[in-house]
């Protein structure tokens, strides 16, 4: 059973970083899509970023792009997600999210209903 462990959140300033990560466990070898979601206060969970585990398609949410940088160590089975200059309205919980098939993301990359497995999440807050 593929389970993910998402670590690194805490308390940050704005224009300040963190990184994140995620240890994928039973998810050695597969060549599926892993992202990067995120819940604000009351808002719908929205997608973040994504990496193909068998290539080097990334994708990135237009509100994100350029100051965060999602990579993985398919050694470790280990997901990051470096974020840079973070603004308040980058806090939230961060999920890390797999798919049990295999084949790159695509377009579909920010639907939720895409990813299968779902890690416990990890909180971020961004003070101004």
């Known amino acids: 059973q593929v389970q993910l462990q998402e670590s690194g959140g805490g308390s940050v300033q704005a224009g300040g970083s963190l990184t994140l990560a995620c240890v994928a466990s039973e998810y050695t070898n597969r060549k599926g899509c892993m992202g990067w979601f995120r819940q604000g206060a009351g808002q719908a969970r929205e997608a973040v970023a994504a990496?193909?585990?068998?290539?080097?398609?990334?994708y990135y949410s237009t509100s994100v792009k350029g100051r965060f940088t999602i990579s993985q160590d398919n050694a470790d089975n280990t997901l990051y997600l470096q974020m840079n200059d973070l603004k308040v309205d980058d806090s939230g919980v961060y999920y890390c999210?797999?798919?049990?098939?295999?084949?790159?993301?695509?377009?579909?990359?920010?639907?939720?209903?895409?990813?299968?497995?779902w890690g416990q999440g990890t909180q971020v807050i961004v003070s101004s």
């Open positions: 990496a193909y585990s068998g290539g080097d398609s990334r």
């Open positions: 999210a797999a798919t049990q098939g295999e084949g790159n993301c695509g377009t579909a990359w920010w639907y939720d209903w895409l990813y299968n497995y």
